[in-house]
């Protein structure tokens, strides 16, 4: 199974949709042990994403690797707070591993998050457990690697499909952790009882990219 470039674009588009149609559920975690603008933020980044995507004719982006570029670089002047580097640097840095390829496969997936993933993690600092976006992406991401390089798991779908549940355990797992970092790592104690907002929109992005395969 490969994703074509018109393929992609369209996982882009899904995501901004599942983005907008959680806005509330998103500021309603943001507000609980934040400062309530993540739903907000991330729709209007995601929004920007989705109409130049339709605006764009469409033959004149065939390089995923562009176009995932193009799309960092729409969350990071779009988004204020801690997401615009963080989402918009990660898939800035993911469109550049992928630069050139107009298809990509199961292997290309795996590049991409974990650069995704690297990048987070180099510029934000976050380890596993400190109550972040990171509890998500990188369960997500080892469980991945480990379906299709050593259980040689060759189907892209249930490969992700298993790393999208090892993914969701990690986003419930914030639930109960005391955040270590960014905005919540203020309340100390305070932080834990309630899922970290970042956990949450990284794992509805996944769930999204698996439900466009
Ligand atoms: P802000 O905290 O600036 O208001 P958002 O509300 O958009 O930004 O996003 C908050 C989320 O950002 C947190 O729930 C957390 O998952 C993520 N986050 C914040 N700082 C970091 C960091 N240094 N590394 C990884 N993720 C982070
Ligand atoms: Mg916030």
Redesign the pocket.
Known sequence: MEISAEQFKNILINIADTIEKNVNY?TE??AE??????GV??NKGFKKIKSQLLEADADTNKDIGEILINAGKVLLNE??????P?YGGGMVKAGITLKGKEKINKNDILILFSSMLDS??S????KIG???????IEPFVNTYKEQIEQLKNNDLKSAFKTALDAAKNGMLS?KDLV?K?????RLLERSKGHI???????YLILEAFYNSL
């Not at 400190?130 to 998500?136: F, G, H, L, P």
């Not at 970092?181 to 790592?185: D, E, F, H, T, V």
């Not at 970290?196 to 990284?202: C, E, N, Q, T």
């Open positions: 998103l975690l943001d042990i934040g400062d309530g603008d993540h933020n991330m988004i204020g707070g801690a997401m615009g963080l987070i993690k510029l934000g600092g976050a400190d109550k972040t976006m990171v509890d998500t914030t955040s970092i960014g905005r919540s790592s970290d907002v970042g956990a949450a929109s990284s």
